[in-house]
Each structure stands twice: as C-alpha cells, then as structure tokens.
C-alpha cells in the first residue's frame, strides 16, 4: 500500500513538500524538486522562507493543533502561475497531528486532448 501512496506524490504534475511537526521536509516529490530546483529533503522549511512566513507557519500548525477539524488553510495566490497553495495537516489513524504539507492547486484549464494516448 505504501508503495501505492508514494506513487501517486510522485506522479502529480503539481509540487508537493511534506514536512514533519519540526518543519523538516521528509519528502519532496519530483514536481517541487524541479520547482524550487533542489532538493530540501532533511532541512528545515523556514530556512527557505522569510522570517513573516515562518511566524505563519507556527501560527498555521498552532491552529491545526487545536481541533482535529481544523485541517486545511488557504496560504498564497500565485496569479503569476495561476495557483493557489495550502498547507494541510497530516493526522494519524487516532487523529494526532504529525506533520504538514504544502499542497499547490492550479487554475489554468488542461489543454491536453482528452484520451490523448
């Protein structure tokens, strides 16, 4: 099954980092690797960004912290590339909250042709 789950992080087009309660990044699939063109697998993720946005992640995993209901929160709008970005938290099977990731939806319409193989 595990390998079930990696293959479909590995497969999205999309850039997923997955960090743990420490916001060290655990995993980056291919997508964010070529996005943020390294690999951040077992640094910190605030050592990316500025000081504003590393107080925003503390105050995003506080607010995940207090209910297991509060799961997702909308982060940034990228007009540039046309997305949205999320971090949402990452729950064990008892609810607990173990970790985050950072999750990027786009907006633009496909242009593939549909079936297009």
């Known amino acids: 099954m595990e390998q079930l789950?990696?293959?479909?992080?590995?497969q999205d087009r999309a850039p997923i980092v997955v960090c743990d309660m420490e916001s060290t990044v655990v995993y980056?699939?291919?997508?964010?690797i070529a996005r943020y063109k390294r690999d951040l697998t077992g640094?910190?993720?605030?050592?990316?960004?500025?000081a504003a946005a590393n107080a925003r992640i503390d105050q995003v995993l506080?607010?995940?912290k207090k209910s297991r209901e509060n799961n997702i929160?909308?982060?940034?709008?990228?007009?540039?590339?046309?997305?949205?970005?999320?971090?949402?938290?990452l729950r064990d099977?008892?609810?607990a909250l173990i970790g985050y990731y950072e999750k990027h939806e786009?907006?633009?319409?496909?242009?593939?042709?549909?079936?297009?193989?």
Do not use: Q
């Not at 789950?5 to 590995?10: A, G, N, Q, R, V």
């Open 28 to 32: 980056m699939n291919p997508s964010a």
């Open 43 to 50: 640094r910190s993720i605030k050592a990316c960004h500025p």
């Open 93 to 95: 099977s008892d609810g």
């Open 106 to 117: 786009y907006r633009n319409r496909e242009t593939a042709k549909l079936y297009d193989i």
């Open 5 to 10: 789950f990696k293959s479909i992080l590995e």
């Open 73 to 89: 929160v909308y982060t940034f709008r990228n007009d540039e590339e046309n997305k949205d970005v999320y971090m949402v938290a």
């Open 62 to 64: 506080e607010w995940f």
